[in-house]
Nanobody, 115 residues
């Protein structure tokens, strides 16, 4: 089964930047929705950003103008560039590749933003 592996997380000071990467073990072109979710301690998982191959990009209101989702089809990788980070962005970030009725998830990666 295809797998997704996230990287790029860690500890950063408020106002800093991180770039998360989500690399698939094989081409998942049939899974046309790629997205990043996050879950903070004691909170529900929330959608951060999503991109439909060849189409629409969507962001949560809380990250608009700070985060950018992008993809490199040659590298089978989706990125999440996170700028102007604040402590409220602290969470476990997970990527997913999906189509209606089916999704593959990464294992998640920790992002901690210190004040």
């Amino acid at each position: 089964q295809a797998q997704l592996v996230e990287s790029g997380g860690g500890l950063v000071q408020a106002g800093g930047s991180l770039r998360l990467s989500c690399t698939s073990s094989e081409n998942m072109f049939e899974l046309n929705v790629r997205a990043w979710y996050r879950q903070a301690p004691g909170k529900q998982r929330e959608l951060v950003a999503s991109v439909i191959i060849g189409g629409h990009i969507n962001y949560a209101e809380s990250v608009k103008d700070r985060f950018t989702i992008s993809r490199d089809n040659v590298k089978n990788t989706v990125y999440l560039q996170m700028n102007s980070l604040n402590p409220e962005d602290t969470a476990v970030y997970s990527c997913t590749a999906a189509r209606p009725g089916y999704a593959v998830w990464g294992q998640g990666i920790q992002v901690i933003v210190s004040s």
